[in-house]
């Protein structure tokens, strides 16, 4: 697909997602009527309210309200200007990143050919990782519309970033059918892209290559003293002080401890979502460079990318199915890890095609 026919798809699937995300914003202010609690159980009316107060453009019920509400603040008018740029520009990068995304996978894997199951796929992922950007970019503005940007900046900072939230997740999966709709109407006509030939051995090693990058972030990173020498080990001073939380927050995927801590049957059914990950991130990358039209170090990239966010859902759906928080803290309660892990998948991820790039490289050359 050429970028003139992939830039509509594109196009719509970036205001669509932007549409959403601010409509769902703009609907936390319902969770605060006195109604809502009869309609919602309390814990899961608190529980939607934090889904959708990342997305808030009303600084009373966005995620720093306090220095903006407070009525003896005597600069609140200059915090909610800065909570205002702060969503402006969250908005605006949720789009651009989209759109880029959208570009870029709509061109290398186009709904074509089979392709449609892999492009829905990816585009679904996609979304979350958007997101995440978004939040990361304006996150110095939400910080200092708090009124507390000079106090412990980076745990602040990685606490904006992990507040996309499950409304992310849900936003990109009706994007992303929308998204191949259009994307299937534009390609009409045009003449089939071929799918790259790939010899299975050098897919199949590739594809473990990249799958080990996860597995060194899934297991051996997130282990808990792994995982608590890394909170501690950067010792930094002043504003830089205490990086542990964001370093931890795009490096690890996950976090377990031995069978001690919990009985044997929960502590394996949790690590078989951990399986389930794996599994899900190698069958990915074994087909992705099968699916793509050309195979370049941009397309393995954020490929590997959207399949590790795949491998993440997949194992908190498992999670949802298993789990019983349901009945005690609200039904909201078991969607609320869905897109958790999203920033260490952008790292691990990138790191992982790139890895499975050299890889298919290497291995095509010597056969």
Known sequence: MTYRRAVIPALVGGVLMTLLLWWAGASAQALQLRGASGVFRIESAVELRRWLAPWSYDPA?????????????????????LYHTAMQIRFFAVFAFFVAGTLLLARRIP??????????????????????LAVTVSAPWLIASGGRGSYRILPQLAGVIASSGPVVVFAALVTAGVTVLVARAAVKGTEPQPRQSVPPRSARLAASVGTGVIAL??????????????????NGAGLLSEPGDLVRQWLLLGGWAGPSTAPLGDWLLYRAADVVTLA????????????????????????????????????????????????????????SALGNGTPAALTCGTLAGLSTLAALHLTRDRS
């Open 111 to 132: 709904p074509t050919q089979g392709r449609t199951p892999a492009t829905l796929l990816a585009l679904c992922a996609w979304g979350p990782v958007a997101g995440t």
């Open 280 to 335: 899900v991130v190698w069958w990915a990358l074994r087909l992705l460079p099968g699916l793509l039209t050309r195979i370049t170090a941009p397309a393995m990239t954020v490929g590997a990318v959207c399949a590790t966010v795949l491998g993440l859902l997949a194992s908190q759906v498992l999670h949802m199915a298993v789990g019983d928080t349901g009945a005690i803290w609200g039904y909201a309660h078991l969607f």
């Open 217 to 234: 972030s899934l297991v051996v990173l997130s282990y808990d003293s792994v995982a608590a020498w890394i909170q501690t080990s950067f």
């Open 61 to 81: 019920t966005g995620p720093y309200e306090a220095a903006v509400s407070d009525p003896a603040v005597s600069t609140a008018a200059q915090y909610s200007d």
